[in-house]
């Protein structure tokens, strides 16, 4: 048999997620609220992104998401327009499960300021598959960043960002600590919803 192991913030942050959790942590997750945000700015292009070759049956993160989620998820992608912020704030509000695949980190979608005004309670799990950026996002991203407040730009960073949502109420956040590619992330994120993991 085997312990698991995890870190956390502080004592009292725990204290509190295993409050919330009860002794067995089972049955926590509204499956009529399980919510996705994939690739909402439309930035997976299908090209290279210097890290991981792509073969020539890769689709983009988006395209392939739309066959990857059963009736049971709701959510938001970037394949037809740009969601607003109201519309990803309303589904970071409403999830009691998100998973976000996209290619920057969730904080480059949707402002921190935005998810420091949410309580957000009933999110049980948050799920990041993030950090797979490519050329052209990365260009995009550097010239809107040149307007951001620095302490703002480091709420992007793993850790911050799993301190914000957690201090706003989510129970549990997994997300990637390193850059990956996409293709990673969507076969992680499949494996995940198909397997029944989430």
């Known amino acids: ?106 904080f480059t979608t949707i402002s921190p300021q935005l998810v420091a005004s949410l309580k957000v309670p009933q999110l049980q799990l948050a799920v990041l598959l993030d950090r797979c950026e490519t050329a052209e996002a990365q ?11 620095p302490e703002l730009l480091s709420l992007r960073e793993a850790w911050a960002t799993a301190a914000l949502l957690s201090l706003r109420g989510a129970n549990a956040v997994l997300l990637n600590q390193w850059a990956t590619d996409q293709a990673t992330n969507h076969t992680i994120a499949v494996g995940l919803v198909k397997d029944g993991v989430l």
């Open 1 to 106: 048999r085997t312990s698991t192991v995890s870190r956390d913030f502080s004592l009292p942050l725990l204290a509190a997620r295993l409050q919330a959790t009860g002794s067995t942590g089972a049955g926590l997750v509204d499956a009529s609220a399980l919510k996705y945000l994939v690739d909402p700015r439309n930035e997976d292009t299908g090209q290279q992104n210097g890290v991981v070759e792509r073969g020539e049956e890769a689709v983009t993160i988006g395209e392939a998401a739309s066959n990857d989620f059963d009736a049971g998820w709701q959510g938001l992608t970037g394949k037809d327009r740009i969601p607003s912020s109201r519309e990803v704030q309303s589904v970071l509000g409403e999830a009691s499960l998100l998973l976000y695949l996209g290619v920057g980190p969730l």
């Open 139 to 149: 260009r995009r991203q550097s010239k809107l960043d040149t307007l951001e407040l």
